[in-house]
Structures are given as C-alpha cells and as structure tokens.
C-alpha cells in the first residue's frame, strides 16, 4: 500500500502498475511462474489476457486474495487484488497502490488463484 504508481512497474522500489502488483501478490502467495510482460496500456484483448490468466491459474470466485480482471475503460484492461474489504489496485489517478473499499466501478471479465 502506498507504492508509487509507474506505468510497466515491477518492483516496489521503482513503482508498479497493475501487472507488477498482481505478480507481487502472487509470488508471496507462492506462485513461482513467469508474468507477462511487453502489454500495451490499451488495447488489450480481453479474450487472450483471460485465455492466458486460464493456463496459469485456477478460477476464482472473487474471495478475497483473487486476481481481477476488468474492463476499465474502452480498450483498457485493469488487474486488481480482492480483499475482504474490496481490492488492492495500483491507481493510475492516485499515483500510487491503494485499497477500494467496495465493489469495483468497472465491469469485472474474471477472477483467478493460485492452483493448489
């Protein structure tokens, strides 16, 4: 909570985006795979973002510690963390990694988990 936001982020020193807080969480929950990388900051295909999400992971149901995936704006996908509260976002409005209490303003394409 409170790191800086940075477009294509991966790390908490320099800032993380979306992707790079999703890959955070998931490797302290024990995930030892690889992350995608080299996306464009809009115009992803949500269908290929979730086929690729299905091969890596279990579905969820949205519980708290669930990967989110939403469509954020036209042509914009977004990748969130749920809590119980909500979920963890990097915000790109805030400029920083914050918590949402409630449900997400935008509509949600999935969920996942680590396969256990």
Do not use: K
Not at 20 to 47: I, K, M, S, T, W
Not at 50 to 66: E, I, T, V, W
Not at 69 to 91: C, K, R, Y
């Amino acid at each position: 909570m409170g790191t800086r936001f940075r477009p294509h982020g991966r790390n908490v020193e320099h800032g993380l985006d979306c992707l790079g807080l999703a890959a955070l969480a998931f490797r302290a929950g024990g995930y030892e795979g690889d992350v995608p990388g080299g996306y464009a900051l809009r115009g992803g295909d949500a269908h290929v973002v979730a086929a690729a999400l299905d091969a890596r992971f279990a579905h969820g149901d949205g519980a708290a510690g669930d990967l989110l995936l939403f469509a954020s704006g036209p042509g914009q996908l977004h990748l969130a963390i749920a809590t119980d509260a909500g979920f963890v976002h990097a915000d790109a409005m805030l400029r920083r990694v914050v918590e949402r209490p409630g449900p997400a303003p935008w509509p949600l394409i999935g969920a996942w988990r680590i396969r256990e």
